[in-house]
């Protein structure tokens, strides 16, 4: 046997089709053999069997050639086995390598799509924002509220009275406890 063919799709093929059929008609001629001897061995009696002791004993004789039969049939197996391991973990790997690496490029592609048009999209926005006409002066920095609420030497009207509070606010905290009550 060529060890380098043996590494081949058609090598291997038909180096497990061999096994795999040494091992099938291994398989049916045990199946034969368990057949025989099992008949042969209900049929022979020996001085003092009971009733079922002809049985009994070709059914455990015949029982390990039976066993035989299943390991030929398991072996059969593991050949076809072998050959669908190598032809999917070898034969097939690299082009199962490129399409995966061919899904890869293409989310990632998808995802740097995807985060071009935000960055486009914010860009846009900022450009947009910036260029609207603005109330406020160039160069001057945004105040948080409108400089007609602010007045800077009187910090209680800094903002508008709700309805009802037109009075003077307190300046002290005596006017919220009074002096001398309730000693």
Known sequence: ?????????????????????????????????????????????????????????????????????????????????????????????????????????ERKQGRQAALGAAVAKSLDKTATSLNAPQEQAAGTVPQARPTEFVTPDNPWQQWPMAAGGEQAPTRTINDYFPKGEGR
Not at 54 to 76: D, G, P
């Open 1 to 105: 046997m060529d060890i380098n063919a043996l590494f081949t799709d058609a090598g291997m093929r038909s180096t497990t089709d061999t096994w795999r059929d040494q091992h099938m008609t291994a398989a049916q001629q045990y199946g034969q053999i368990a057949d025989i001897v099992r008949r042969r061995l209900e049929q022979t009696p020996i001085d003092g069997d009971r009733w079922m002791a002809r049985k009994m004993r070709a059914w455990k004789v015949s029982r390990q050639v039976k066993a035989m039969q299943k390991a030929s049939e398991n072996a059969a197996s593991a050949a076809e086995a072998l050959y669908a391991t190598y032809k999917n973990e070898v034969l097939e790997l690299p082009e199962r390598r490129a399409a995966a690496e061919a899904r890869k490029l």
